[in-house]
Structures are given as structure tokens and as C-alpha cells.
């Protein structure tokens, strides 16, 4: 919750979504804690690693490399936003046309950083989509 009302506010004002703001109420673990300091996380990253332990089955979405890291070591299962988005045309929540688009459009109306050689790799991949 700290990372979206920090990056992008407008997101908790949709009355289509609902969000629980969960703020973690115990110390991290000693290995969260470990691999903060060694992986230089932020409050935000932590925090959302904090409460996932805490959730059996949870997925964390985050696209900080770092995070993603940490993450994959404490056991818990992450996905970034081109994973997400590919998820949605498998889970037919997405046409493969409408993921196309928003990949083509993520340098200019994202801060999501991919370097240009990689997403133009995975925009050849989903073209090739059944």
C-alpha cells in the first residue's frame, strides 16, 4: 500500500477496486531483515515482503529486481507486470492485441524501466501467441 499511494495515488480512489491497507505489526524476520540490508530494499519493498510471509499463497507483484530477488529466496511466489500481463492473455482476461498495445506503450506512459532489446523480444514472442 505504501508503494501505490506514494507512485500512484489516483489508483486507491477506483471504486471498482477494493484495497485493505495491511501495515506489517511485528518486527521482519531476521532473514527479511538480512537480505533489506544486503539488497538495499526500501520501506515499501520490505513492507510488502513483511506481510506476504505472514499470507500463505500470496503472490507479490513488484517489478524491483532486488525485491524480486528477496522475494524468490524467502519462498514467495513474484511476478512483475509483463508477467502479469502475460498471465492475463493465458487467463483470457486480455486479448493477445490488447497486451500488445500496452507493451508498444509502456516506455512512454510507464516508469517501468525494460531495456528496449528485451521488451522488443517479448513483443516478438506474444505476436507469435496462438
Known amino acids: 500500500m505504501y508503494e501505490v499511494a506514494k507512485h500512484r495515488a489516483q ?5 471498482s477496486i477494493r484495497f485493505t491497507k495491511v501495515t506489517p505489526t511485528e518486527a521482519p524476520s ?3 531483515d538480512a537480505l533489506s540490508r544486503l ?3 526500501h520501506r515499501g519493498e520490505r513492507e510488502a515482503l513483511q506481510v506476504a510471509q505472514r499470507q500463505p499463497g500470496c503472490m507479490v507483484l513488484t ?3 532486488a ?18 500481463l502475460l498471465r492475463a492473455i493465458r487467463r483470457k482476461q486480455k486479448t493477445k492485441e490488447e497486451v500488445l498495445e500496452l507493451l508498444r506503450s509502456l516506455p512512454t506512459v510507464s516508469t517501468l524501466h525494460v531495456r528496449t532489446a ?6 516478438r514472442e506474444v505476436e507469435q501467441f496462438h
Open 30 to 32: 531476521t532473514e527479511l
Open 11 to 15: 489508483a486507491l480512489g477506483y471504486s
Open 63 to 65: 517489478d524491483d529486481t
Open 118 to 123: 528485451l521488451l522488443e523480444e517479448i513483443i
Open 39 to 41: 539488497l538495499g530494499l
Open 67 to 84: 525485491a524480486r530477488l528477496a522475494a524468490r529466496n524467502l519462498g514467495l511466489a513474484t511476478h512483475g507486470t509483463i508477467g502479469v
